[in-house]
């Protein structure tokens, strides 16, 4: 069964190709991050009006020597609402078109999907679901930090999650404060990696707080603190840092930037890795499956496998190319899992504030 996926949540405009749930037929990423530079971070207004221009285009190359397909899949949430919608009418449209059903699918739980992605040309013989279940789904993104109870393949919970900022917001709003360009994930990793190849990571690190939020606090929602993270202590701290030492441009010609960058990374690498090795202690998990653009960071590959050794479970981490946003994971959930289908899909909104296992 062949599937196309349309991803418009957030600022990537894409649609891909997938069939049977894993096997990557085509991907095409439209990336609008140079349209957010001047600004710092997405402006939905703009994520929007660039969606509407290229999603067309994208969308026929992405079909381009694959149809026909059997369904259209679309993310409807979460995400910036003037951004869902232009995806979510577009397949719409194209479903019709085409006289196809349309599937709704969870941006999130798409994310999770993305390490089963199989290109043409792989060592894995067999597209599939291959890991043991149950599994720990870790979430961490730029818009979401969330860790996920998944007794079997496509039934998700929430255990964990951010009280406040996302990781990778995290990441993006030190970069600003810094100068140091937006998005700031990639930027950090970069100057991170390169000094602490050249400084121990024990002798010289600023002990930045690790968030982890009080028991008790209303913004649990009933999770457990020891499963939940909270990044605006570890902001004020950055600030603080930042002007008690006579602000970003002094800590530039000082050389600061990079110890500073490497001990926030590792603050917000440590929280994470931390999380989830709770996570894991509290259920027989065989398996840990990590999805996001966040995902990326080299430093959080490394202690995420670290924390999965210690736990004995397998780790379970996307391609480079599928940790960001992309149509092929939510074409390949949308095989396994489908929130809202044919009639349903078509009179739906899009849902900013979806939640994982709705
Ligand atoms: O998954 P994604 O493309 O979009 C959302 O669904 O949010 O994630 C984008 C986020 C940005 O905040 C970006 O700074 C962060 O992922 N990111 C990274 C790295 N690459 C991207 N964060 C840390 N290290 C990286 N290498
Ligand atoms: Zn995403």
Redesign the pocket.
């Known amino acids: 069964m062949r599937i196309i996926g349309i991803e418009t949540?957030?600022d990537?405009t894409a649609a891909a190709v997938v069939e049977d749930g894993c096997r990557v037929v085509s991907n095409v990423v439209y990336t609008q991050i140079p349209l957010h530079v001047p600004y710092g971070g997405v402006v939905p207004e703009i994520a929007s009006r660039a969606h509407v221009e290229k999603i067309g285009e994208v969308v026929r190359n992405a079909l381009a020597g694959c149809a026909p397909v059997d369904a259209v899949a679309v993310t409807y949430g979460p995400g910036l609402s003037p951004a869902l919608i232009v995806g979510l009418n577009a397949a719409k449209g194209l479903a019709r078109g085409l006289g196809v059903p349309l599937i709704g699918v969870n941006?999130i739980e798409a994310?999770l999907h993305t390490p089963f992605l199989h290109d043409e040309g792989d060592d894995r013989p067999v597209p599939g679901i291959d890991c043991a279940m149950p599994a720990l789904g870790l979430a961490v993104?730029?818009?979401?930090t969330t860790w996920v109870d998944m007794p079997s393949y496509g039934e998700y919970s929430i255990v964990g999650q951010t009280l406040d900022d996302?990781?990778?917001?995290a990441?993006?709003k030190a970069a600003k404060l810094l100068e140091l360009g937006y998005?700031?994930?990639?930027k950090?990793?970069r100057i991170a990696r390169e000094y602490l190849s050249r400084v121990p990571r024990s002798s010289s690190l600023i002990p930045f707080p690790k968030g982890r939020p009080r028991e008790g606090v209303s913004a649990l929602a009933g999770l457990p603190a020891e499963l939940c993270v909270s990044f605006s202590g570890l902001k004020t701290a950055l600030l603080r840092h930042v002007q008690q030492n006579g602000g970003a441009a002094k800590l530039a010609s000082d050389g600061e930037v990079p110890r500073i960058v490497a001990s926030y990374q590792e603050a917000i690498v440590q929280a994470v890795a931390d999380r989830t090795r709770r996570a894991l202690s509290r259920r027989g998990y065989r398996s840990l499956i990590v999805g996001?653009?966040?995902s990326?960071?080299?430093r959080?590959r490394e202690v995420l496998s670290e924390v999965a050794g210690d736990a004995g479970v397998e780790l379970r981490l996307a391609k480079p190319k599928y940790?960001?946003?992309n149509g092929a994971m939510i074409a390949g959930l949308a095989y396994y899992r489908r929130n809202v289908v044919g009639d349903e899909a078509m009179a739906a909104d899009v849902n900013p504030c979806l939640e994982v296992g709705a």
């Open positions: 949540s957030c990537e941006h994310h993104s730029g818009g979401h996302a990781a990778g917001e990441f993006d998005p700031g994930g990639p950090i990793d996001g653009g966040v990326l960071n080299s959080l940790c960001g946003d």
